[in-house]
């Protein structure tokens, strides 16, 4: 993809999130496309393409009406949104289709008509993590920490300020779930999960969805909104079980997908104003830091407790209130790839003055995929 | 202990031999005869270097404990706390696991204290490979 050739000219979440138990799954992603349609001035005979996960992408387009004549189905997890606005802006660029639908809806916390993942007993999963008695992600995702807490000396209370922090940013947005502020004391007298991590350094659990509508940049300012350009995307997975990543102290599928998107975008760190790490838990920010290349190894938990992620600080990460604070429906890349819409349009609750790069970094999985993508507000 | 069982592996056509193995008292392995490559979790080829021709042996039943999590909510057959961990073969390749008759608490489960193997036999089909810690 050619920087700034594709652009975002329609994003929107579901009408309301959190507790949403008058609406199936399905009718979260329509609430959410409806939204993001009405957002751009579109219909859905103006939609030729559609990309979707947790519901079939023939699912979303027979409910919603479309007639596609380019899908995608990608889903490795929560980042599978980030990897459909990077095969939908090749697909565009390539002429297969010319405006994009990329839906996500998911009732994480009501459970109303939710699709269900169930790990097969054949699976390699299933033979050999599943008879240990994990019980999803809390007792499988965090399992890493412990090794790097010792390769690199991260406190417990360095890991607790990745909580708080992300709270004092979700205390500026109205639509977070969580909003009073909280110390580390707090974070390290909550209910014990899964030892080394209490229930405030675990996210959310919510019902909502999100929808993007992508089309060619020279078709952007024919939208109602002020066009998002995509400059930079990148993708890739390692392992579907968590005990056989290959370094517990970082991702390699962000190692791929980061650098990836930041050669295409042609841009280094000091060129970035907004950052967006998928938080599931704690350590996510701190992984992502190091692993996207903007701290040194081992630095990162410093980092975050130096308060240079946090409101005032010289790169705000998380905005929104994160999965930690905001929301998290199971799937939360949607709403951090929202968050960098919103910020790049200048439209978010903490806004941060002047941005022009947001790099938006989603996981899928436990450490099992991940997607980046970078948006730019500057016209080509 | 919480009612139920815990989550049963079946086996397939790839990884039979693990199983029959921890039946008879064995960890066994897998080693790529072009590259030498020992490897976990089975597959008939080396994913080092993707040769078919490869050995199956008995592993020492020794690591280190590498990674964990002490898990606090109640799972079928599982009394909370109880740990869920990864060891690092003496072999090389890291597996998950529970480490068994010791104390879950972080300081009685330190990281790199070594371990050895003991088999948890569920039923007449399925042992399971859990660690405790190592008795020299």
């Known amino acids: 993809m050619k920087p700034k050739s594709i652009a975002i000219v329609g994003a929107a979440e579901t009408t ?14 329509a609430d959410a496309a409806l939204n993001a349609m009405a957002d751009a001035g579109l219909q859905p005979a103006d939609i030729d393409g559609i990309a979707t996960a947790g519901e079939t992408p023939v699912t979303v387009a027979h409910y919603l009406g479309l007639t596609p004549k380019w899908v995608d189905g990608t889903a490795v ?9 990077r095969h939908a802006a090749a697909a565009i660029a390539a002429g297969l289709c ?32 599943q008879p240990y008695g994990p019980l999803g992600p809390p007792s499988l995702f965090t399992i890493p920490v412990l090794r790097y807490m010792k390769t690199y000396g991260l406190s417990h209370e360095q ?59 020279e078709r952007a300012r024919n939208f109602p909104q002020k066009p998002v ?7 890739s997975v390692e392992t579907p079980m968590v005990s056989q990543m290959e370094d517990f102290t970082s991702s390699r599928a962000f ?43 081992g630095e990162a938990g410093a980092f975050i407790a130096g308060r240079n992620t946090a409101p005032g600080g010289d790169l705000p990460l998380n905005t929104n209130g994160g999965g930690l604070s905001y929301m998290h429906s199971g799937m939360y890349g949607m709403y951090a790839l929202q968050e960098s819409v919103r910020q790049m349009r200048g439209t978010a609750p903490a806004q941060i003055a002047g941005a022009r790069i947001s790099v938006c970094h989603g996981v899928g999985g436990m450490f099992a995929a991940s997607g980046t993508i970078i948006m730019s507000n500057e016209p080509p | 202990m919480s009612e139920g069982r815990r989550a049963r ?75 869920i961990a990864v060891v690092e073969l003496e072999e090389g390749p890291r597996m998950m696991t529970n480490i068994i008759d010791c104390q879950q608490t972080p300081e009685a489960l330190e990281l790199d204290m070594p371990v050895e193997i003991v088999f948890e036999k569920l039923d007449d089909e399925i042992t399971l490979p859990l660690f405790r810690p190592a008795r020299r």
């Open chain 1, 16 to 29: 309301r999130l959190g507790v949403i138990p008058d609406m199936s799954q399905i009718q979260l992603h």
């Open chain 1, 77 to 85: 997890g929560g980042c599978s949104f980030m990897i459909h606005v």
């Open chain 1, 98 to 129: 010319e405006t994009v639908l990329i839906t996500h809806g998911e009732s994480g916390r009501s459970g109303i008509g939710r699709t269900r993942n169930v790990v097969a007993p054949t699976s390699l999963s299933g033979q050999f993590e």
């Open chain 1, 159 to 217: 890991l607790a300020m990745v909580s708080v922090v992300q709270r004092e940013w979700a205390g500026k947005n109205p639509r977070a779930t969580f909003r009073a502020p909280i110390t580390v004391e707090d974070v390290l007298n909550s209910r014990m999960i899964a030892y080394p991590f209490r229930l405030l350094q675990c996210c959310l659990v919510t019902d909502g969805g999100g929808a993007l509508i992508l089309v060619a940049a």
């Open chain 1, 229 to 235: 350009y995509l400059i930079g995307t990148g993708e």
């Open chain 1, 255 to 297: 190692r791929v997908a980061g650098p990836e998107a930041f050669a295409e975008a042609g841009i280094t760190h000091n060129d970035v104003d907004h950052l967006m790490i998928y938080d599931a838990f704690a350590h996510l920010p701190i992984y992502g830091l190091e692993d996207l290349g903007f701290v040194p190894r």
């Open chain 2, 9 to 83: 592996p079946q086996p397939t056509p790839e990884t039979q031999h693990f199983w029959d193995g921890t039946r008879v008292g064995e960890l066994r392995l897998q080693r790529c005869d072009a590259c030498s490559k020992v490897y976990f979790p089975p597959r008939p080829f080396c994913p080092a270097c993707t040769a078919r021709q490869i050995s199956v042996f008995a592993a020492s039943g020794k690591g280190r404990l590498y990674s964990y999590v002490i898990h606090h909510r109640p799972v079928p057959g599982f009394t909370p706390p109880y740990s």
